[in-house]
């Protein structure tokens, strides 16, 4: 009785073929960040809003003397549009994956994950320095026209140091939006519990708390961004160690930590 030939099923030897240089990774989500609809209007609209709070700034000026304004000031009010809307779009890099079902392509073209995210990380701090720049420069704009306007001499008051930390202060929002969009994967949850997190606490509840109880004060900037990094948003930093321990406690709570979960999330999700 003869035995029976095994029949051998064909396979694939992928261990020699070259892995998606990052750079492309990098390129490809940066295009895909402002080449749809959403996001192109995104950015449309923070320019616009760029330009009417300047608009607007200037114009506060011209109707009343006593106002005059200095670059710190001014590069303040033009970064709030950047921090109002741009965050929806390190969320939606994470979020659309999984809900416009891109997944799918996106990790079977890069099946290691985690260089896809560390590439979306990347665009994200890109997106972030470059927004945080662009409205310093309308700052920077705004304070020569106010001081044109107004007559008097601009004031430029914005250091290195609160420059870095302006910067510092936008990467960490915008990180903490992308790491949000990896928990949740859901684009309505993610925005949600970010803006609740990072504008609607702060402003309802922990400065209600900050204005009238001294615990408060103590408590507060160990578990929010915004008061841990206030001493470093003024031309007169306060560079204490314990305020630089607030700042690390507050981005390890919002930042590291939701970022490990989501890139443990990330990990096991399953797509469909």
Same mark, same amino acid.
């Given at each position: ?7 051998? +099923? ?5 261990? !020699? @073929? ?18 749809? =609809? ?6 449309? *609209? ?29 590069? /303040? ?18 979020? !659309? ?6 997944? $799918? ?7 290691? =994950?985690? =260089? *896809? ?13 470059? @927004? ?10 705004? @304070? *020569? ?16 140091? /609160?420059?870095?930390? $302006? ?18 994967? !859901?684009?309505? %949850? ?9 504008? $609607? ?6 400065? &209600? ?7 408060? +004060?103590?408590?507060?900037?160990? #578990? ?9 948003? &003024? ?5 204490? %160690?314990? &305020?630089?321990? /607030? *700042? ?7 930042? #590291? ?16």
């Amino acid at each position: 009785m003869s035995a029976v030939a095994a029949h051998h +099923q064909p396979t694939i030897d992928i261990d !020699s @073929t070259e892995q998606v240089p990052f750079g492309r990774l990098v390129s490809v989500e940066l295009r895909k960040m402002w080449d749809t =609809r959403a996001g192109m209007w995104l950015l449309i *609209v923070t320019g616009a809003l760029l330009a009417l709070a300047l608009g607007i700034t200037l114009l506060v000026v011209a109707l009343n003397d006593d106002v005059q304004l200095s670059s710190t000031g001014l590069s /303040q009010v033009m970064i709030a549009p950047v921090s109002l809307l741009v965050p929806v779009l390190a969320i939606t890099s994470i979020t !659309s994956e999984w809900s416009q079902r891109t997944g $799918l392509v996106s990790f079977t073209l890069e099946p290691h =994950r985690m =260089r *896809v995210i560390a590439a979306k990380l990347v665009t994200v701090v890109i997106l972030a320095i470059v @927004t945080i720049l662009l409205a310093i420069g309308f700052g920077a704009i705004g @304070t *020569v026209l106010a001081a044109a306007i107004s007559g008097n001499d601009p004031v430029w008051n914005l250091g290195v140091g /609160q420059l870095a930390w $302006l910067i510092v202060n936008q990467l960490a929002y915008f990180v903490m939006a992308f790491v949000f969009g990896l928990v949740f994967l !859901s684009t309505p %949850a993610a925005i949600a519990v970010y803006y609740i997190i990072a504008m $609607l606490l702060p402003f309802m509840v922990y400065g &209600t708390l900050y204005a009238f109880f001294d615990w408060a +004060q103590n408590v507060i900037p160990w #578990v929010d961004l915004g008061f841990a990094m206030a001493p470093y948003m &003024t031309p007169e930093m306060d560079t204490s %160690a314990t &305020t630089l321990m /607030q *700042v690390v406690v507050a981005v390890l709570l919002w930042v #590291v930590l939701p970022g490990v979960i989501g890139m443990r999330r990330v990990k096991r999700a399953e797509l469909k």
